[in-house]
């Protein structure tokens, strides 16, 4: 089914020129990318905005569109093991990003709604968190207040705690990306959409690649979600999570608030306007069932849960739409921004938002921009400095040291398991992928839109197995969350490459064929 979000065509763009230069080249057309943009091109730079697909193609423009500064248990997780002083600058660089964008939407005639914020427990064993991150949230100096159960939060189910903050945000995400982007170009600004980037190079001078020729820049952002050039091994500092949202029409009463549970399954809520959304096609967003990308057995199974779950509670309600993005989480949940190493600070990027990206992407703009202008460090918001200088505790390194396990686990896991299924397969049904294994290497068998195709199980990142996303048809790393079309297409993650072409000249890969429709990416070969 289609993205909830208004689809229309956004803004024009202009065709890439190879061997263009430019002051700034910034990777990606989300809400990192096109901030940082448009703060550059304002103060007098040449900027230049590129990116594969079309703007907002991925998590900027597939989130449930809430702007608030009260995350879940963010602030309880930060604080347990972090200084208040981190907790506090990681609530300011939100609230100053949050504030540039709806002084932004103000200016651009972009609309939002003011809603309450609830973060609520639906157990008594969650109820702790709650207590514990209205105390990290106030420490923070945020104006929260707990909710206790029984009162009213304007919930169709009963809970056992919450804590609210007032004036928080909703609003249409693809409304507001086209409005940067409009707002990037009236600057003076250029955007080049459908042009992917295959490589990123600091030295000699910095330059990138694309499938449309190479441009040269003084400094290259990267904001692409997973930083796409190795240097500071980031790929092994996050992990990237998967969340899935499904958009309902409903005739009954929706609730006016914005709603995360603290603990599990992850419920997120709330109501669509015309104001914040297309109100005329749906009338409520529900979210949640998040985990870690390519590690479940069905994707598929986590939105029909979803819907179970919110016709259970909201009787009659009927999916619309549903979708799913990714984000990716550093192991403080502090996100990491700044200038790569061994890049001699000319390629920056952004990453490890945790799934509140309309915040902490402005507020990585704001830093980024800051550093490319070069703003005396004193001139800079305090929240800069103190996050730049973040230390690294021991239950970072556990957190780190978890997750990499279990990288290692799948890595392991993944090759072990396509050597049980040799090929030929049985031809996958409609929507189906399996992973075989063919002269030992793992081979994908996928069937989408009645066509069957073979390419490379084997992620071009770092050789981890892909599974089969039975949701949105796609080969999900489990290692670093990269990502590709049935195809073998690259969609996101650190991976660069397409899936490799099968040789049909050997055993074929589905039963009774002597192979399999190549890919559009390998006939391009």
């Known amino acids: 089914m289609e993205l909830l979000w208004r689809a229309d065509d956004g803004p024009d763009d202009t065709p890439l020129v190879p061997g263009a230069t430019h002051d700034v080249i910034v990777v990606g057309a989300g809400v990192t990318g096109l901030t940082t943009a448009l703060m550059l091109v304002r103060e007098g730079y040449d900027v230049a905005v590129v990116e594969a697909e079309r703007i907002g193609a991925l998590a900027s423009g597939a989130n449930t569109g809430k702007l608030s500064l009260l995350q879940g248990s963010v602030l309880s997780t930060l604080r347990r093991h972090h200084p208040a002083s981190l907790a506090r600058a990681y609530v300011e660089a939100n609230r100053d990003g949050a504030q540039w964008l709806r002084d932004f939407a103000a200016e651009a005639g972009v609309p939002l709604s003011s809603r309450t914020a609830f973060s609520y427990a639906q157990s008594d064993a969650g109820a702790s968190t709650i207590d514990d991150e209205t105390a990290a949230a106030a420490e923070a100096g945020l104006p929260v207040r707990r ?289 075989a294994s063919r002269g030992g290497q793992p081979v994908g068998v996928s069937t989408v839109d009645g066509v069957t195709r073979a390419v490379s199980a084997v992620c071009t990142h770092l050789g981890g197995v892909l599974s089969w996303n039975d949701a949105e048809c796609t080969w999900d790393c489990p290692l670093h969350a990269s990502r590709f079309t049935a195809d073998g297409e690259r969609i996101e993650g650190p991976a660069l490459d397409d899936l490799p072409r099968l040789d049909d000249s050997s055993a074929p890969a589905v039963e009774g064929d002597p192979g399999v429709t190549r890919s559009r990416a390998q006939e391009r070969r």
């Open 147 to 435: 909710v206790p159960a029984g009162a009213d939060a304007d919930l169709p189910f009963p809970f056992a705690a919450a804590v609210a903050l007032d004036d928080q945000a909703a609003l249409d995400p693809q409304r507001l990306l086209h409005a940067l982007a409009r707002a990037f170009l009236a600057a003076g600004g250029t955007l080049h959409t459908g042009a992917r980037v295959t490589r990123v190079h600091a030295v000699p001078s910095p330059c990138i690649e694309t499938d449309a020729g190479s441009m040269r820049a003084d400094h290259i952002v990267l904001a692409t979600g997973a930083a796409i050039l190795d240097r500071g091994l980031y790929f092994a500092k996050t992990r990237g999570l998967r969340s899935y949202c499904v958009a309902f029409a409903y005739d009954g009463d929706v609730p006016d608030g914005l709603y995360l549970s603290v603990d599990g399954p992850t419920r997120s809520i709330r109501s669509v306007t015309p104001e914040d959304g297309p109100g005329d096609r749906a009338q409520l967003i529900v979210g949640g069932n998040g985990h870690p990308v390519g590690r479940v057995k069905s994707e598929q199974e986590r939105v029909d849960d979803i819907v179970a779950w919110t016709r259970e509670h909201f009787p009659g309600a009927e999916p619309v739409a549903h979708w799913s993005a990714q984000d990716y989480e550093s192991h403080n949940l502090i996100p990491f921004v700044g200038a790569l190493p061994r890049s001699l600070g000319r390629v920056r990027f952004a990453t490890g938002y945790g799934k509140w990206g309309l915040s902490n992407g402005p507020a990585a703009a704001l830093r980024l921009s800051a550093e490319i202008r070069r703003v005396p460090r004193r001139e800079r918001p305090r929240w800069m400095s103190v996050i730049a200088h973040r230390l690294t505790v021991p239950a970072d390194l556990g957190r780190g040291g978890v997750e990499n396990i279990r990288v290692g686990w799948e890595a392991a896991s993944g090759w072990l398991g396509a050597q049980r299924v040799p090929v030929p397969v049985p031809r996958p049904a409609e929507g189906e992928g399996v992973v």
